[in-house]
């Protein structure tokens, strides 16, 4: 049963099952036929997790450094006012929540939420009626 796959539900439950009976790791091993040392990271992981497998982590890599309601402000901020530069968002997210992002940190957001400056653009031409009949 080696390298690090999964052991059948079946299996899971007959081990789970001799471990509440009180049955020791080399017994349960024998049993089962299953490594003495796989019985004793389940048994580790049911007594730290509740689990006999430990929950996956579902935060990966570094915090964001906006929050969602401060990515969501820029959102706004960028719907209200579709020509504002990128520094005066910035002033913006300083003001209201007393936070003061980088220009790359910005433009990331702003590109996560699918508004490149292609689109931000486009939405000013279509509301100027100058620059719609051209």
């Known amino acids: 049963m080696g390298n690090r796959q999964r052991i059948p539900k079946q299996l899971l439950r ?12 080399a017994t ?7 490594d003495r040392k796989t019985v004793r990271k389940l048994r580790v992981n049911l007594e730290m997790c509740g689990e006999l497998y430990p929950p996956s982590p579902h935060i990966i ?12 402000a820029v959102v706004k901020v960028i719907a209200h006012q579709p020509a504002i530069y990128v520094d ?3 002033d913006h997210l300083l003001e209201v929540f007393d936070v003061r992002p980088s220009i ?8 996560r939420h699918n508004l490149t400056r292609k689109i931000i653009d486009k939405h000013v031409k279509e509301r100027s009626e100058a620059l719609r009949a051209v």
Request: glycine share 10%; charged share 25%; proline share 2%.
């Open 14 to 25: 007959l081990i789970l099952l001799r471990i509440s009976m009180g049955y020791g790791n």
């Open 28 to 34: 349960i091993a024998r049993d089962v036929g299953v």
């Open 61 to 72: 890599g570094r915090p964001r450094v906006l929050s969602v309601a401060e990515e969501l």
């Open 88 to 90: 005066e968002i910035q």
């Open 104 to 111: 790359s940190t910005l433009w990331r957001t702003i590109r």
